[in-house]
């Protein structure tokens, strides 16, 4: 694609990289849901073949691998990317705001596509690594699960890595600055559905009937304590309720009360506690107000878990490569969570930050926000590191 795709205005403080900055709101202009990402992952699979990648397209549904291989050596790594947008009404009012009404780039996929192809080209025409990259483009982060179909379409089997990475925007920190973390990082995700049945009537005689709103109202407060009493202080641990369902008439009392809760941790046993905590404090609270408790639990994200050894190697090479004060060693948890987590489990592995803006810098805006757009000042930084990491785990052996 060619950097006339899009009006050519800000191109010219990217230096070489007027084409991806093209390229990022031309995918910007066209973003595409989970598993939809048909035209995404045919320009992302064109360009890797104009450069001499080896191309795999379908993967997991619509991913793509581009395979790279020089030399003799038998090591290989994996860079990842993702592609999918949100179901979201964008009002960025950039000029390459979505054309599709209701579904925008508001996490920076595009971006980290761009990123990713630009990291690819210079790769591919300028580069001297011993070894073979994959460099594996997602569908379906933002919660469809692209990284496991994926994996269930033989992902490290066809495409074996020693070890894979990935970096996400990340709003609120200085634009290219670089955030690593050893151990839990992101947090996992889980939803339940809670729905509580009681007998309806007239809101006048509530005491012929069995009130789940009353039932539900005591949940809610109750779930507060999950955390609060039974989680050790040290470990965070979120439990969400974000929906409630139940009534349409003030004069009526409902048989019917839905609550939606999102539960979310970064260690696995207290993941397996907050569940067990929500079941037992559901049923109870329902015996004691009269009403029947179903609980329909959707487990989601795993926790992510960065490897200590490559996240230490990762670390050194931007230590290497980048100004001090643009690398930070240990960043903070997040309660967000990502689907990246699941590779990890398989491959040993670090997921890193690049900050998208901070204060009233372009890119502060956070994610899944109308108003976000990803800081197109990124794209050589991030391509920058890719290229990095990739030639010094990759460098020709004596």
């Given at each position: 694609?060619s950097?006339?795709?899009?009006e050519?205005?800000g191109?010219?403080e990217y230096?070489g990289?007027?084409?991806f ?6 995918l910007?202009?066209h973003?595409e849901?989970?598993f939809?990402?048909h ?6 699979a ?6 001499g990648?080896e ?11 581009g ?8 090591r ?12 979201i ?12 009404q ?10 980290h596509t761009a ?9 591919a025409?300028?580069s001297?690594?011993?070894g ?6 997602q569908?379906a ?10 994996m269930?379409?033989?992902?490290f ?32 995700s ?10 309806g009537g ?21 779930l507060?304590?999950v955390v609060s009493?039974n ?13 409630i369902e139940g009534?349409k008439?003030n004069n009526?009392?409902?048989?019917a009360?839905?609550l939606?809760l ?14 067990q ?7 109870a ?6 009403v029947?408790?179903?609980i329909?639990?959707?487990p989601?994200?795993a926790v992510?878990?960065n ?6 190697r990762?670390l050194?090479v931007?230590?290497?490569h ?5 690398v930070?060693?240990?960043?903070p948890?997040l309660?967000?969570s990502?689907?990246?987590a699941f ?14 803006g901070?204060g ?9 926000n109308p108003?976000?757009?990803f ?7 991030g ?9 010094d785990?990759?460098?020709p052996?004596p």
């Amino acid at each position: 694609m060619s950097a006339t795709a899009l009006e050519p205005t800000g191109y010219a403080e990217y230096p070489g990289y007027a084409e991806f900055v093209a390229l990022r709101r031309d995918l910007h202009r066209h973003p595409e849901l989970a598993f939809a990402e048909h035209r995404t992952a045919g320009v992302v699979a064109a360009q890797l073949r104009q450069w001499g990648y080896e191309v795999t397209e379908g993967v997991g549904g619509t991913g793509v691998v581009g395979r790279l291989r020089r030399g003799d050596s038998a090591r290989c790594i994996g860079l990842r990317a993702d592609m999918d947008a949100l179901p979201i009404v964008e009002t960025s009012g950039a000029a390459w705001s979505s054309v599709h009404q209701g579904c925008m780039h508001a996490c920076g996929h595009d971006g980290h596509t761009a990123m990713l192809l630009a990291a690819a080209r210079h790769l591919a025409l300028h580069s001297s690594i011993d070894g073979t990259l994959h460099l594996i483009f997602q569908p379906a982060e933002e919660g469809g699960g692209g990284a496991l179909r994926m994996m269930d379409d033989g992902l490290f089997d066809r495409f074996p890595c020693d070890a894979i990475f990935a970096m996400h925007n990340m709003p609120g920190v200085p634009q290219g600055h670089l955030v690593f973390r050893t151990g839990p990082m992101m947090a996992s995700s889980d939803y339940a559905s809670i729905t509580l049945r009681g007998t309806g009537g007239h809101g006048a005689m509530p005491h012929r009937a069995n009130d789940p709103i009353v039932a539900a109202a005591s949940v809610v407060m109750a779930l507060q304590t999950v955390v609060s009493r039974n989680v050790d202080p040290l470990q965070p641990a979120v439990i969400t309720v974000g929906a409630i369902e139940g009534g349409k008439a003030n004069n009526v009392i409902p048989d019917a009360v839905r609550l939606e809760l999102s539960v979310r941790a970064l260690d696995p046993a207290v993941r397996k506690l907050l569940e067990q905590r929500i079941r037992a404090l559901v049923a109870a609270q329902a015996e004691s107000y009269g009403v029947q408790a179903c609980i329909e639990w959707r487990p989601g994200y795993a926790v992510l878990v960065n490897d200590a050894e490559q996240t230490r190697r990762a670390l050194a090479v931007a230590q290497r490569h980048f100004q001090a004060d643009q690398v930070q060693a240990d960043g903070p948890m997040l309660t967000g969570s990502e689907d990246f987590a699941f590779m990890l489990q398989r491959v040993p592995g670090s997921y890193l930050l690049i900050g998208n803006g901070a204060g009233d810098q372009h890119g502060a805006c956070m994610v899944h926000n109308p108003a976000y757009d990803f800081n197109d000042a990124n794209i050589p930084t991030g391509a920058r590191y890719w290229v990095a990491l990739a030639e010094d785990l990759l460098s020709p052996q004596p």
